[in-house]
């Protein structure tokens, strides 16, 4: 079982900034991808920021250049600091671990909800 708890998010005016983080802990072996997705109501999830382990990190086009992703792999966590907020952003943020790719699953956290009021 793997286990991903996010802290972070809230309310902030437009212009401003929040950061999120996600620890993972349990039956963790061999990280595929690691990142952030979010949901807006009425609209389906969508990537944010995501590492490919050995790869890069890639950002959804809509937050290149106001969303750093950043992670410690000693502790199995990742960040999402988000600058220069917009009201679109505004969403549940989700954090992902998957492994499929060395055979085990995809596991998502509860989502911590992000408001960017204008």
């Known amino acids: 079982q793997v286990q991903l708890v996010e802290s972070g998010g809230g309310v902030v005016q437009a212009g401003g900034s929040l950061g999120l983080s996600c620890a993972a802990s349990?039956?963790?072996?061999?990280?595929?991808?690691m990142g952030w997705y979010r949901q807006a109501p009425g609209k389906q999830r969508e990537l944010v920021a995501s590492f490919e382990t050995g790869a890069f990190t890639r950002y959804a086009d809509s937050v290149k250049g106001r969303f750093h992703f950043s992670k410690d792999n000693a502790k199995n966590t990742v960040y999402l600091q988000m600058n220069s907020l917009k009201p679109e952003d505004t969403a549940v943020y989700y954090c992902?671990?998957?492994?499929?790719?060395?055979?085990?699953?995809?596991?998502w956290g509860q989502g911590t909800q992000v408001t960017v009021s204008s």
């Open positions: 349990g039956s963790i072996f061999s990280i595929n991808t």
């Open positions: 992902n671990l998957d492994m499929r790719s060395a055979g085990g699953g995809s596991y």
